[in-house]
Structure formats: structure tokens, C-alpha cells
């Protein structure tokens, strides 16, 4: 299954690290550890797979295991994960499969986060993205809590959210942006003769993922691509869609045959590099003095844990990420100052940093008068783009002593874009293999009932310490007036 093929990715050509990556393993219905050496002069990667112990429904507890003998490949510019092995093939692969393709009835799957479409709209919205155990992860114990607690935040944060949606037009265009690119991408497909039905799953609002699994199974899709529109893989986006993705697809008989094709992460492809380092180009020319503005990447954020505790690959993706869209600016003869913050960060937990706002204040300290944003994690206009960047970075940055302000666009149906997802799309065909029908853990299925009345009471005192104190019953004063 696994095919040495020539690279197309851009790699740095000088940095030797380690790092590991997350996949949702379809014959056992786990995760697996993918543990790779990569030598950026070789230009080869040494890949270590590992059985995970955790069972892929929980979503928090991702451990890690002894690694057994070391593979050879050459990198590409993406992964595909079938039945637990990850393959990196290339264009030759993805042009063999276009006859064969075309006999069959293809879907691609987009995954995206979603966004309320009204005000009203808004806080049932909050409550499935908090509801979400990869976005609170509570302890194994007090999980029975994750609703209660979800409702709580919901309510207490929907006043504050509700004000920047109405500030951005009342409503996510997140919605109508994916639509968009969804078609588009039809489109190039049919252009490159693999045609092909494209549909939308949204995370926390409609069209949900079981809508469009609904559609996938109406239509009767024969093969099957999955791709998340995150560039860089985190537990908390792409590895929270496929794990519902999988929880469904396990439950129904129908499902469970399909061959898919999950495209974990995309980052490090030509297309994309390319794509976001001429945006970048083009808004550098907008400033008076361009060899003088401070690129400023402004990337999502993720709690630390999730990276030190659980091993989610995101902060490592998202530094090679900046490295190689610099090294192709450098290649254009751009070589501009650059930094890295994350932003959005929620609650009392410690989060990625550096901070978007502390760095901003910073550089206007340091007497940085030219900054360009460019939010990295992003390829859709939403909430964090038009609000919080636009709005309150902006007007942040400018408060600091930063006299010239400017923002990328998030890709959106960028030509050159949208073409090399239609590519990704082509070469991850071939490696599509039914998901795993395996039930989920005896451990998480067997209910000790001892057990669960110790977790109710001590649960429940907790749940009565939290929600009666009273700075809790101020705050939720406060935000009902």
C-alpha cells in the first residue's frame, strides 16, 4: 500500500527534527502514532507507525507507545490514512487513477467548523462547539459534566459573541464561503476529467456532519475523499470531525463498506505555499515602503496541553508552515521581517503562545511601524478574521504606535488554490479503504455502577461548587440584565 513516489512537497533544506502526528487508524478504530525523523537536506523522511491506546471515541486521552522498525519515504506534500497506514503519493499515482475514477461515483467530503447563520442562532451554536470533549477536555471523571457546563459557558459568552457577529453583518458568511469553494471544486475536478459530487460537513452547525453523511449514503457514493479545510492537523478541528466522521461511518452497515480517504493535513503542499505567499506578495505592494512591513502570521490557537500532554502536531505544523511560505517569498526576492503569534484563546488555561495582542503591543514598542496580518490557520473569511483581526487587532496595533496597518484575505476560492485541492483530491483516490466497523472499547462500553455513583457524587459537588459560587452567579447576572 505504501508506494515510494517522487516529492512534490517544499521542505527547508537544512533542519533535522522529530516530530509526531495524530491519525485515526480505520482498522482498529484507534489513534495512531506516526512518529517521524525528517532530514530536510535528504529530503527524506523515516516514519515510525504505533498501535495508540486509547480508543478514538474519547477524543482526550492520546497516549503514546514504543515504536517498531523504521520506514524510509520520501515526503509529499500531504497524508492519506487507510486501515491505519499513512501513504504519501504523488501525481503519478492520482494520474493512474483518473480512468478508474471516472467509472466510479466519487465524493468529497469538506469539513469546516461551521458558523451561526443569525444572532439567534449564536448561543445553540456556542453550546455545540463547547459541548465537543477534543474542545473541553474534562477529566474522565467529571465528563458526565461536559453538556451541563457546555449550556453554562454558552449562555454566559453568547451577550459578547452576539456583539461581534452583528458587528460583521449579523451572521458567519462562513456558511456561503465553503459553498462556494465546494463548487469551485467541482468544477476543477470536472476540468481535469474526475468528476465528482462534492458536499459540506459542518462541525457545530448546519449542514452538520450527519446531514451530509445522510446525502453521501442518498446518493449512493461508491468512493469516498475526505478534506478538512485546515491546513495543519490539530485535535481540535480536523482530528474532532473524524472522529465523528468514524463514530458514524462504524454504526451503519452501508458506511462501513465505503472506501475513504482521509487527507489529514495539506500545509505543507506546493499549491498552498504558493498561494498564500502570492497574497501576501500582493498586499505587501498596498504599503508605501513594502521591504519595511513587519509580516505578521496570526495563527488559531489550541491549549498547551493538547500539544505537551496529548501530542498534537499543530504547533510543529504551523512553524514549518511559516518557514516554508518565508522560504518562498525569499525565492521571490521578498525577504521581509517575520513573527508568529496565536490568537483567541479561551478561558483560565495556558494556550500556545506567543499572544497575538501582547506581540502586537510589543512590536509597537520595539518602534514597528509597517505590519501586514495574515491569518495562516484560515482559508475562509469568519468570525476571527473580520472581527477580531479587523476589528480589535487592528485597532490594538494601532494604539501600540503601528501607523500602517494591513491583512491578507484568507484564500477563499483563490484559482491556484482551489486547483491544488482538486490535485489532493486526484492523488488521494487510489488509497481510499473502508473504515472499521469494530466497536468501541469494552472499557468505555461496560458501565460499573459503583464506579459511576462515586463519579455522580463527587461530580455533583463539584458542579454545585462551580455553579453556585458566587462570582458564577454574578457573571451569569450580569451577562441575563
Known amino acids: 500500500m505504501d508506494a515510494t513516489v517522487p516529492s512534490r512537497v517544499l521542505y527547508p533544506p537544512s533542519l533535522t527534527h522529530i516530530h509526531k502526528s495524530l491519525l485515526p487508524c480505520h482498522q482498529t478504530g484507534k489513534l495512531m502514532l506516526t512518529c517521524c525523523h525528517s532530514s530536510r537536506r535528504s529530503g527524506q523522511e523515516h516514519t515510525v507507525s504505533c498501535s495508540n491506546q486509547s480508543d478514538i471515541k474519547s477524543g482526550v486521552d492520546w497516549g503514546t507507545s514504543l515504536c517498531g522498525p523504521v520506514q524510509k519515504r520520501n515526503l509529499s506534500g500531504q497524508s492519506f490514512c487507510s486501515l491505519g497506514a499513512c501513504t504519501y503519493p504523488g501525481l503519478e499515482t492520482g494520474t493512474k487513477s483518473l480512468a478508474h475514477a471516472a467509472e466510479e461515483k466519487v465524493g468529497v467530503l469538506l469539513l469546516n467548523l461551521g458558523g451561526p447563520d443569525t444572532l439567534n442562532d449564536v448561543q445553540p451554536f456556542l453550546f455545540n462547539l463547547f459541548a465537543d470533549p477534543d474542545i473541553i477536555r474534562l477529566p474522565r471523571l467529571f465528563r458526565f459534566l461536559q453538556r451541563p457546563l457546555a449550556q453554562l459557558i454558552s449562555v454566559l459568552r453568547a451577550p ?31 476540468e481535469k476529467k474526475t468528476p465528482v459530487n462534492v458536499y459540506v460537513a459542518m462541525r457545530y ?3 452538520f456532519t450527519e446531514e451530509a453523511v445522510q446525502q453521501i449514503k442518498k446518493d449512493r457514493v461508491t468512493k469516498l475523499v475526505v478534506l478538512p479545510l485546515y491546513p495543519q492537523f490539530s485535535i481540535s478541528t480536523t482530528g474532532s ?17 465505503l472506501p475513504v480517504s482521509i487527507i489529514q493535513s495539506w500545509y505543507q503542499r506546493e499549491g498552498y505555499i504558493k498561494s498564500m505567499a502570492g497574497l501576501i506578495e500582493k498586499e505587501l505592494e498596498s504599503f508605501s515602503r513594502p521591504e519595511e512591513v513587519m509580516i505578521f502570521f496570526s495563527a488559531h490557537g489550541v491549549p498547551v496541553s493538547y500539544v505537551e500532554n496529548a501530542g498534537d502536531p499543530y504547533r510543529d505544523q504551523m512553524e514549518e508552515c511559516i518557514y516554508l511560505i518565508m522560504q518562498e517569498l525569499k525565492s521571490r526576492g521578498t525577504n521581509n521581517a517575520h513573527s508568529l503569534a496565536y490568537q483567541s484563546r479561551v478561558g483560565p488555561v495556558q494556550w500556545l503562545k506567543p499572544y497575538t495582542d501582547e506581540v502586537l503591543v510589543e512590536l509597537g514598542q520595539k518602534g514597528v511601524k509597517s505590519l501586514l496580518a495574515v491569518p495562516v490557520s484560515f482559508v475562509s473569511e469568519h468570525i476571527e478574521t473580520l472581527e477580531e483581526i479587523d476589528m480589535e487587532y487592528k485597532e490594538l496595533a494601532l494604539e501600540s504606535g503601528i501607523e500602517n496597518w494591513g491583512r491578507v484575505p484568507a484564500l477563499g476560492c483563490t484559482s491556484s488554490f482551489i486547483t491544488d485541492l482538486a490535485d489532493a483530491v486526484i492523488e488521494a483516490l487510489p488509497s481510499a479503504t473502508a473504515m472499521t466497523t469494530s466497536s468501541v472499547d469494552s472499557e468505555e462500553n461496560d458501565l460499573d455502577l459503583v464506579a459511576y455513583a462515586i463519579k455522580l457524587f463527587f461530580g455533583s459537588i463539584l458542579a454545585f461548587v462551580l455553579l453556585f459560587s458566587p462570582k458564577m452567579i454574578s457573571a451569569f447576572r450580569n451577562n441575563l440584565l
Not at 459578547?160 to 458587528?167: I, L, P, T, V
Not at 472522529?243 to 452501508?254: A, G, K, S, Y
Open 160 to 190: 459578547k459573541s452576539k456583539e461581534g457577529y452583528a458587528s460583521i453583518g449579523g451572521g458567519s458568511p462562513l456558511r456561503k464561503i465553503t459553498d462556494d469553494q465546494a463548487t469551485a471544486l467541482r468544477n476543477a475536478l470536472e
Open 205 to 207: 452547525w448546519h449542514p
Open 241 to 257: 470531525s473524524i472522529r465523528v466522521l468514524q463514530n458514524i461511518f462504524r454504526e451503519d452497515p452501508f458506511l462501513s463498506r
